[in-house]
């Protein structure tokens, strides 16, 4: 069953400007991720943060957790029409290895 | 980065047929697992396919409905059997650990397999 509730469930923005999408989820963590999906097609991995891990970068990319609230943040900074995709955060849980638990998603719209 | 392949890429199918959706990896991995993402929804994990052995299925999935094959570490099947409309979704396969599995591990995802049933 998904653990993680995202929001803005649809977020529309102009070029240029920042995004940000939040996720929070229900059990301890081992890591959360981050993964963007194009019109239906298959996932690609943006970035990993450790349970221990506050806050990470990769590019224009900035992700925060906060283990206290369960909660994460996706921070998209200077977004361009191509960043137009749907969000998606996944955590493996304490109790697992592997095992990716999804997120409802946050569509995003970057109007040129 | 493994590079992954999914055939079909989509198919349109009759109520009450089956079908298999083949996952080809570029290198041997230990992990590979099979999601459903229905319409709109986000990606339920189905199961986990074990190289030689039979699949860990995830709650409301059974192998009756969904059965798999490992044979090797680069190659799995995903059988949705007796489809019904309700079936129509996106199935994706994905792998982890191109070495040693931890819970640090990423999973890269095949492109996706687009199942419509009449």
């Known amino acids: 069953s998904q653990q993680g509730e995202e929001d803005p469930q649809a977020l529309s923005i102009q070029e240029g400007e920042n995004a940000t999408m939040n996720c929070s989820y229900k059990t301890s963590i081992n890591n959360l991720q981050w993964y963007r999906q194009n019109s239906g097609r298959g996932l690609v991995h943006l970035i990993l943060?450790?349970?221990?891990?506050r806050e990470k970068h990769s590019g224009r990319l900035r992700v925060t957790l906060d283990t206290s609230k369960k909660s994460s943040s996706l921070l998209i900074t200077a977004s361009r029409a191509a960043d137009t995709a749907s969000y998606f955060c996944a955590t493996v849980p304490m109790d697992s290895s592997y095992k990716l638990i999804f997120g409802s998603g946050t569509r995003l719209l970057v109007r040129p | 980065s493994a590079v992954i392949s999914q055939k079909p890429s989509r198919d349109i199918c009759q109520r009450g047929t089956s079908l298999t959706i083949q996952c080809q990896v570029d290198?041997?991995?230990?992990?590979m697992f099979w999601y459903r993402q229905q319409p709109g929804q986000s990606l339920t994990l189905i199961a986990t396919a074990n190289q030689g052995s039979e699949a860990t299925y995830e709650s409301g999935f059974v192998i009756d409905k969904f059965p798999i094959s490992r044979p090797n570490l680069t190659f799995s099947t995903l059988t949705v059997s007796n489809m019904s409309p309700e079936d129509s979704s996106i199935y994706l396969c994905?792998?982890?650990?191109?070495?040693?599995?931890?819970?640090?591990?990423?999973?890269?995802f095949g492109p996706g397999t687009r199942l419509t049933v009449l």
């Open positions: 290198s041997q991995v230990t992990m």
């Open positions: 994905s792998v982890a650990g191109q070495g040693k599995v931890s819970g640090n591990n990423e999973q890269f």
């Open positions: 943060i450790r349970s221990n891990e």
